[in-house]
């Protein structure tokens, strides 16, 4: 009986296993929107950065008059929402989808802002507050990715020609 050729046999096992890594470029686009999406509810919404303003600017903002003259403000929130006419926010956004990620950016004028808030005790990209519920939805999207590529490679034959 001949020997299988253990060079072909590992190739095939290769070739098959790699693509148990594969993410479509919708599921990495669909990520991508999640991510600024849920950056978005979790800061405005929920309000999860915490603190407090400054009394003056509390009162402004609350009032309706902390935007600039001629631009309308989006939010009277007298907590941390990091929203007064909701273009910071709004601008995070996917840029670049590629096959083994997702990309998001902001204009640098709104990553300027972004720092000024840093600076203040106000992280849009709070590792614990925001991106870590973040992390733990996007973990769970690419596994049920993974169980369905290993799913349909398990049921794929495998085609051995001998001689």
Same mark, same amino acid.
């Given at each position: 009986?001949?020997?299988?050729?253990?060079?072909?046999?590992?190739?095939?096992?290769?070739?098959?296993?790699?693509?148990?890594?594969?993410?479509?470029?919708?599921?990495?686009?669909?990520?991508?929107?999640?991510?600024?999406? !849920?950056?978005?509810?979790? @800061?405005?919404?929920?309000?999860?950065?915490?603190?407090?303003?400054?009394?003056?600017?509390?009162?402004?903002?609350?009032?309706?008059?902390?935007?600039?003259?001629?631009?309308?403000?989006?939010?009277?929130?007298?907590?941390?929402?990091?929203?007064?006419?909701?273009?910071?926010?709004?601008?995070?956004?996917?840029?670049?989808?590629?096959?083994? #990620?997702?990309?998001?950016?902001?204009? !640098?004028?709104?990553? !300027?802002?972004?720092?000024?808030?840093?600076?203040?005790?106000?992280?849009?990209?709070?590792?614990?507050? @925001?991106?870590?519920?973040?992390?733990?939805? @996007?973990?769970?999207?690419?596994?049920?990715?993974?169980?369905?590529?290993?799913?349909?490679?398990?049921?794929?034959?495998? @085609?051995? #020609?001998?001689?």
């Amino acid at each position: 009986m001949p020997r299988l050729n253990q060079n072909a046999m590992a190739q095939i096992r290769k070739s098959q296993a790699s693509r148990i890594v594969d993410i479509p470029l919708n599921s990495w686009e669909d990520i991508g929107d999640f991510i600024g999406n !849920e950056v978005r509810r979790l @800061v405005r919404n929920k309000k999860v950065l915490g603190g407090s303003y400054n009394p003056f600017y509390k009162n402004l903002k609350t009032s309706g008059k902390a935007s600039p003259s001629g631009v309308p403000q989006s939010s009277t929130s007298g907590k941390p929402d990091l929203t007064l006419t909701g273009k910071m926010l709004d601008d995070l956004s996917r840029e670049k989808v590629s096959k083994t #990620q997702v990309e998001l950016g902001m204009l !640098e004028y709104n990553i !300027e802002k972004m720092k000024g808030n840093i600076k203040r005790g106000w992280d849009m990209l709070d590792n614990s507050k @925001v991106l870590k519920p973040i992390t733990n939805n @996007v973990e769970k999207r690419l596994g049920k990715q993974f169980d369905k590529n290993i799913r349909k490679w398990s049921k794929d034959d495998i @085609v051995i #020609q001998i001689g």
